[in-house]
């Protein structure tokens, strides 16, 4: 007995499904890739794939429902209302997940320039607890000046904290790099 083909329709009929269904998933999933992100162990891409498996889902449902409307299979009326609240959902999803990178990025943002600030600061322990600080919360713009410290700081205490900031940095870059080749 012969297989019949499957039509286009049939095919994209699926991936509607399993779209819907990998976009739940991901959405399910998404509060624990938001803190995975701020953690440093995500890019943001990662971060944003219960959104972006949402607009997929969008754009085949989209095809989906044109297919049906040549077809004559609904109306053209009714298939603009499905899109549009799917539209309307995709709108109202984004923003909401996006703020929470805004929120991080904002915080990001400030962490240098306040680091600087104590990494200069005249009393000593506010230098050392600056380089347990930069230690927790790398940034690129921090690694020079603490690298700086680390060898010509004059108190003993700051050096060895700093070359303690540096260890933990490149611990944490190392294991970013790992993370991001799947090792």
Not at 1 to 22: D, E, F, K, Q
Not at 126 to 139: D, E, F, G, K, Y
Request: glycine share 4%; charged share 15%; proline share 5%.
């Amino acid at each position: 007995m012969p297989l019949r083909p499957v039509s286009l329709a049939a095919v994209i009929r699926l991936c509607v499904y399993g779209m819907l269904v990998l976009s739940a998933a991901m959405t399910w999933l998404s509060g624990n890739l938001w803190r995975a992100w701020r953690a440093g162990e995500l890019s943001t891409w990662k971060a944003l794939a219960p959104q972006l498996t949402f607009a997929a889902f969008v754009a085949v449902y989209t095809i989906d429902r044109i297919l049906l409307v040549r077809r004559g299979a609904t109306s053209a009326n009714r298939a603009l209302w499905q899109v549009g609240f799917a539209l309307l959902f995709l709108t109202l999803l984004l923003p909401v997940q996006l703020s929470e990178r805004r929120v991080q990025h904002h915080l990001d943002s400030r962490l240098p320039h306040a680091a600087l600030l104590l990494l200069g600061h005249a009393d000593v322990q506010v230098r050392q607890a600056a380089c347990i600080l930069v230690a927790n919360h790398p940034s690129p713009g921090i690694y020079e000046q603490v690298s700086h410290m680390a060898l010509h700081d004059p108190d003993p205490g700051v050096r060895d904290h700093c070359t303690a900031a540096l260890e933990r940095m490149h611990a944490a870059a190392a294991a970013a790099k790992s993370a991001a080749s799947g090792h």
